[in-house]
């Protein structure tokens, strides 16, 4: 199972996020879910550096095979160099959370399973 923890600060900032895990619908290769699971965290990532010029902000640690991502996590820091900048990160986090959350109900619906778990934790509360 994919399981997508989003961290969030009191004040509802996401700080960090993490991922990890295989769907287990198929082999790999041929795993939708993994595959759309995959698209939406490597689209965060790349719009993290682009839009809001994040450098070393997150780490993949991949199976021995280099073809899958069983972890992934992203760290956001506590100061941007501009308000914009941080305020794109966070309509970019939660429009992660809303792809992840979005796929979990269709793999639920379509499939009758929990391929994807979606959580939501306070900032530093373990999982």
């Not at 990890?20 to 082999?27: F, K, L, P, V, Y």
């Not at 269709?106 to 900032?123: A, M, P």
């Amino acid at each position: 199972m994919i399981l997508a923890v989003f961290y969030k600060s009191a004040d509802g900032k996401i700080m960090q996020v993490e991922v990890s895990g295989h769907s287990g619908a198929d082999e790999a290769g041929k795993d939708l879910i993994c595959a759309a699971a995959s698209a939406i965290l490597y689209t965060a990532l790349g719009a993290l550096e682009d839009i809001c010029s994040l450098s070393d902000f997150y780490r993949i640690t991949e199976d021995a095979d280099g073809e899958s991502i069983p972890f992934s996590e992203i760290w956001i820091p506590e100061c941007f160099h501009s308000k914009e900048d941080e305020n794109a990160a966070q309509i970019i986090l939660r429009t992660m959370q809303i792809g992840y959350r979005q796929l979990e109900e269709t793999v639920k619906s379509d499939f009758d399973s929990c391929f994807i778990k979606v959580k939501e934790l306070q900032y530093n509360q373990e999982v």
